[in-house]
């Protein structure tokens, strides 16, 4: 009986909690990107979101080999980590993505694990079946973090670009962006507070932003 009245009491918190994804592209599980991204992640938790912190160096894949099976069905012919992956991608509400730039790019595993969303860009340009309906979509809403060794004006655009593309390929609208330069000079990134200050006030508004545009909270 006891336990019958606490999932009662609980149900109504966890129908109501949004979930957020934090992708860590960084090879450095505990590197700068990733403390940027911890405080972001921080911040969407106290606005009241669920979160998951997905460490794409840790997982199990393959690149892309353009098999075309995701071109008539729901999934992926290759059984790695990946499937679970796309489960998780249709279940979230939003999506803190956090990398570093290598060769004015993304780094090798986070450009493989975003290919293989490959599934969703089949469904919704060649099946012209998105996974999401507009209003779905709409609702769906990503921030995305990014620092640099050089501090030069163009580093962050060949990034931007790729994730822009992911972003629409999974229906996530591009909400807002760290873009931090100059990390050979700063170094530690735990030295600039008004940067993790940044980082936090990013995911927390996030995360506020999910919760008011939900149809539960409408």
């Not at 999934?75 to 249709?90: A, N, P, S």
């Not at 940067?195 to 149809?215: E, N, R």
Request: with cysteine; glycine share 6%; proline share 4%.
């Amino acid at each position: 009986m006891f336990m019958q009245n606490y999932i009662e009491r609980i149900m109504p918190v966890l129908v109501w909690l949004k979930k957020i994804i934090g992708i860590l592209g960084s090879p450095l599980p505990e590197g700068n990107t990733a403390v940027l991204l911890d405080r972001a992640l921080q911040g969407a938790r106290d606005a009241g979101c669920d979160i998951e912190k997905i460490v794409v160096a840790n997982l199990d894949f393959q690149a892309c080999n353009e098999m075309m099976f995701c071109k008539e069905h729901e999934t992926c012919i290759m059984d790695d980590d990946m499937q679970q992956m796309y489960q998780k991608f249709r279940e979230m509400d939003g999506i803190i993505l956090a990398t570093p730039v290598m060769t004015m790019g993304i780094p090798g595993k986070l450009k493989s694990f975003m290919d293989r969303f490959q599934v969703f860009f089949m469904a919704k340009y060649m099946r012209k079946n998105p996974f999401f309906d507009r209003d779905q979509a709409s609702r769906r809403n990503g921030v995305f973090i990014c620092i640099s060794g050089m501090k030069i004006p163009e580093v962050f655009v060949g990034v931007k670009l790729s994730v822009m593309a992911f972003f629409d390929i999974i229906d996530c609208q591009y909400r807002d962006e760290l873009l931090v330069n100059d990390m050979d000079t700063i170094r530690d990134i735990r030295m600039k507070t008004d940067l993790l200050d940044a980082a936090y006030k990013k995911g927390f508004a996030l995360g506020k932003m999910i919760s008011v545009t939900s149809p539960e909270c409408a």
